[in-house]
């Protein structure tokens, strides 16, 4: 997705990296991410929460 916008690619990927702070993320970025989740997983990782970080959106995901 990162490399889809053009946007620098990120070596790794941490759980408590923020969305917006850490990895850039826009809303439409967002809004993306939150689609695709929605069609791999079939989970809403901002049903109940709003999520900030990768392990937050891990948590969702396990927890559905």
Do not use: C, P, Y
């Not at 620098?8 to 809303?27: A, F, G, P, V």
């Not at 689609?35 to 937050?56: L, M, P, S």
Request: net charge negative.
């Amino acid at each position: 997705m990162f490399e889809e916008s053009g946007r620098q690619q990120i070596s790794s990927i941490e759980s408590s990296m923020h969305l917006r702070d850490d990895l850039n993320m826009d809303s439409l970025m967002l809004a993306e991410l939150t689609v695709r989740i929605e069609a791999e997983f079939e989970v809403d990782i901002f049903e109940n929460v709003i999520v900030q970080t990768i392990g937050e959106i891990i948590s969702q995901i396990e927890g559905k």
